[in-house]
Each structure stands twice: as C-alpha cells, then as structure tokens.
C-alpha cells in the first residue's frame, strides 16, 4: 500500500466492490498488487508496443470519443464490424490481454485525473455503448474466453469503474445469446446493461449531449479524420491544464510507428 498512488477512493472502490467488508476488500486488494507484480505492469507502460493496433481496427473498430452528461468517458464498440475470424490471424489472446492491461493502466492513472479535473469532482467511471447491429452471433464462441478475461481482470483490478451499457441495434437472437453473456460477466456488470433495439438514440441522446456523440450514432460530431480515430476528449483536447501529457499519449504514436515500420519492412522484403 502506498498512499501516494492508492488514494481513498480507489480504497473506497474495493470496498464497495466487496460490499464494505474490510476483510474481503484487504484480500482483494493485496491479490490485486501481487497480480501488478506478478504481471510486470510497469515494464507494460514502459516498453509494451501493439503494431496489431491499425489493422485490428479494421475489423474491429472500438475506440474512446468524448464524455457523457455527468463527464464520464464513453467507449464505443461497433461490434457489428467485427470479423471474428480475423482476429487472431492479426494478433493472439495473450497479446490483446497485455494490451487491455496497458489501456486499462491508462485509464486510472491519465484518463480519469483528467475527467475530475474537467468535472471539477471525481470521475472514476466509463460508459460503454456496444453496437451489435450485424453481429456474427454465431461465432460468438471464438471470442467467448479473451472477452471473458478482460471483463474478469477489469472485475478484480479496476472495481467499480463502469458506469453504465448501452447495447444498441440489437437483433431478437441477442437475447438468446445474451444468456451465454452473462455467464462470463461479473453479476454486477449485467445489472448496468440495457439492452435496446434500432430505436436506441433518444436513449443515447438523454445520457450523452449531441455534440459528443458521432453522427454515425445520431448525433453532430465529426471529428477530422473520424470519430473513431481521433480518442478525443479531456485528457488530450487542451481544455484541461496539465493535459495532454507525452508519456501517455505516446502509447498510441509507440504502435502506429510500429504498425508503420512493420509495413515498411513486409513491402521491403516482397522486392
């Protein structure tokens, strides 16, 4: 435990995901440090590069833009782009694991300093919006397990940090495969889903401003370059002092120029 980095809300986090039982918060707090160890955490931010990134987004756009009415960040997921049977020809579970770490890490220590200090109170939550319109829901299985790790790491690692879940655009059959959801998802996290159909924007709209949300979704913005490239939002877009900072932001420039050597290389040895 060190008080300089391990403030009394992120304590006050595990408390609450242990229903205030000081025992059982302690146990996960101590599991939780031993996995930040055990995992090497610190040479992640340090020196971990993901040069997968641009062609995974290809197949599987996610990407974070902006924050909701209560200046929370929003994460959206176009599910519906994903082609399952890419994915691991692109990169392995293991390395998109290390990369969730990575972000996850980024989360706590950059994104959600800079929420609370644009909201003027503490922010430590995200909303996550998953369009699942042309999902493949019958491959769902091929994903089933690495999604399934990431939601039991950021469970027991970075508690109550989810705010709330939209899935829009959803078909009958995902209802059906809803029940598969859940069993690989924390309780807790089903009970903050609401499941909606193609009739999903005065939802949407209600919880997030039209300025913030891509046009693609129903609302006005149109970042340069698109929406879902730009991971825009307070912790990089100068309305926050101290913000952006070239460590963290550097992660993105570490993988793009990795992505772009790696190109570089494959078109010089097919001369």
Excluded at 55 to 61: N, S, W
Excluded at 77 to 106: A, C, H, W
Excluded at 188 to 202: H, M, P, R, V, W
Aim: charged share 25%; glycine share 6%; aromatic share 12%.
């Amino acid at each position: 435990y060190d008080p300089s980095q391990h403030s009394d809300i992120l304590l006050g986090r595990f408390l609450k995901a242990r229903n205030f039982d000081v025992p059982l918060a302690t146990a996960m707090f101590i599991k939780w440090r031993e996995w930040y160890v055990q995992e090497r955490v610190d040479d992640i931010l340090q020196t971990f590069t993901f040069p997968e990134l641009p062609a995974l987004r290809e197949i599987y756009p996610r990407f974070q833009h902006k924050t909701d009415k209560q200046g929370r960040m929003v994460v959206y997921n176009q599910f519906g782009k994903l082609d399952v049977s890419k994915i691991f020809q692109i990169t392995t579970p293991e390395r998109m694991l290390t990369y969730e770490i990575r972000e996850s890490e980024k989360l706590e220590k950059y994104r959600f300093p800079a929420l609370s200090k644009a909201a003027g109170r503490n922010v430590d939550k995200v909303v996550l919006v998953l369009d699942v319109a042309g999902f493949p829901f019958m491959q769902f299985y091929r994903i089933q397990a690495v999604l399934g790790k990431i939601a039991e790491n950021n469970s027991n690692y970075h508690p109550e940090t989810l705010g709330q879940v939209l899935i829009i655009n959803a078909p009958f059959i995902f209802k059906a495969i809803w029940k598969l959801i859940v069993n690989i998802i924390p309780a807790e996290t089903a009970a903050k889903c609401n499941i909606l159909g193609s009739d999903y924007q005065e939802t949407l709209l209600n919880l997030i401003d039209a300025e913030n949300v891509p046009k693609f979704f129903g609302g006005t913005c149109e970042c340069p370059g698109g929406c879902e490239m730009a991971d825009v939002g307070p912790w990089n877009d100068g309305t926050v002092e101290g913000y952006p900072d070239e460590f963290w932001e550097g992660f993105r420039k570490r993988d793009l120029d990795a992505a772009a050597a790696a190109a570089t290389l494959a078109r010089d040895e097919m001369k």
